[in-house]
């Protein structure tokens, strides 16, 4: 019977810069959630918050299709009758482009308690400037 690998003591984390700039949003939401949970390590855990800090900068610059920026709906309810709102992706691109990213990466973490825990991990940015440089972040490709 093979045993499970547990780390001792408390695991590093770093912080990482990432650039949206010109890239597809799927495969950026799910580089971000595995730098978030901790899988480019090679002790990662499942179950143990070993993750690291994510920066993402250029948000407002990716590369998105027309048809989908048309298309594609981000609903939220108020609570009350009636109260269903609805903004398309392009809407929602010329506003809050950070929502955008923040959605697809909540969605494609674990829906649990550790998924409020990881997203406060996640720093987005619209431009290309962030207030982390005391952290000394690594640019990730």
Do not use: C
């Amino acid at each position: 019977m093979e045993k499970t690998y547990v780390i001792k003591g408390t695991p590093e984390s770093n912080w990482l810069v990432i650039d949206a700039k010109g890239q597809r949003l799927g495969r950026l939401a799910t580089k971000i959630a595995k730098y978030l949970l901790g899988k480019h390590k090679p002790t990662y855990t499942p179950g143990v918050d070993m993750g690291d800090f994510v920066v993402v900068i250029n948000t407002s610059e990716l590369d998105i299709d027309q048809k989908r920026l048309d298309d594609k709906m981000y609903h939220h309810h108020s609570g009350y009758p009636g109260g269903l709102k609805s903004v398309t992706m392009r809407r929602q691109m010329e506003t809050h482009p950070d929502r955008v990213i923040r959605a697809a990466v909540k969605r494609m973490l674990p829906q649990s308690k550790q998924n409020a825990r990881l997203m406060k991990r996640l720093r987005i940015y619209a431009g290309s400037e962030h207030p982390h440089e005391a952290q000394q972040p690594k640019t990730v490709a």
